[in-house]
């Protein structure tokens, strides 16, 4: 399958400070890309849809402001979380998938996760 | 709402046993489902994908079957091993035009004890 890569796969941050995470698609381009986030014990919450070229849509009660969101390439996606707090704590995943942005075209593939940890 | 429940949360089998995982959604106007493994502190690893169209998908020692009119798709996993532990989400995408985003039921955490 195609593969898709995150990084940093774990960052501890101060409260208030951001953070950037990465999310790239090796072997094919990625027209879309989603964020989940994921608490312990808990199954995956879409955050936001990425399409090339184009602004971010949040899900409902995801703070556009809070998690920015920049998909500037075919290959690469990235989610800055702001002013981070202790709250914000959590294992983000991102996914990508070929194929036309809007389209639902196949199968999605999944990063291998990056593990905030806000003190 | 578009939802997706996955049945039991957790499940402990011996080593060789046959097992099967449920998940079900509401609005059976699905355009696929699609079966993940996730390893402690890992991302998700794709297992299978069953398109509308599709009754079943194979690899290996999975099958996975979906029934659209009633909602479900089952994991069967034959000849369970140790290493087949691990937590197995069910995700379900609707809509042609909706970008392929999928939603995911809470996982099933499979033991499989040697």
């Known amino acids: 399958g195609a593969v898709v890569s995150q990084h940093p796969s774990w960052v501890i941050c101060k409260s208030g400070t951001s953070v950037k995470i990465e999310c790239r698609s090796l072997?094919?381009?990625?027209?879309?890309m989603f964020w989940y986030r994921q608490f312990p014990k808990q199954s995956l919450m879409l955050m936001a849809t990425s399409n090339e070229g184009s602004k971010a849509t949040y899900e409902q009660g995801v703070e556009k402001d809070k998690f920015l969101i920049n998909h500037a390439s075919l290959t690469l996606s990235t989610l800055t979380v702001t002013s981070a707090h202790p709250e914000d704590s959590s294992f983000y995943i991102c996914?990508?998938?070929?194929?036309?942005?809007?389209?639902?075209?196949?199968?999605?593939?999944f990063g291998e996760g990056s593990r905030l940890t806000v003190l | 709402k578009q939802e997706v429940t996955q049945i039991p949360a957790a499940l402990s089998v011996p080593e060789g046993e046959n097992l099967v995982l449920n998940c079900s959604f509401t609005d059976s106007a699905i355009y696929n489902l699609q079966w993940f493994r996730q390893d402690p502190g890992k991302g998700l690893t794709s297992l299978l994908l069953i398109q509308s169209s599709q009754r079943e998908q194979t690899s290996g020692r999975l099958n996975a079957s979906l029934d659209k009119s009633s909602g479900r798709s089952t994991l069967y996993i034959a000849a369970s091993q140790p290493g087949d532990s691990a937590t197995y989400l069910c995700a379900v995408s609707w809509g042609y035009n909706q970008g392929g985003k999928l939603i995911f039921g809470q996982g099933t955490e499979l033991s499989v004890k040697p």
């Open positions: 072997d094919f381009q990625a027209t879309t």
């Open positions: 996914s990508a998938r070929e194929g036309l942005a809007g389209v639902n075209t196949g199968e999605l593939f």
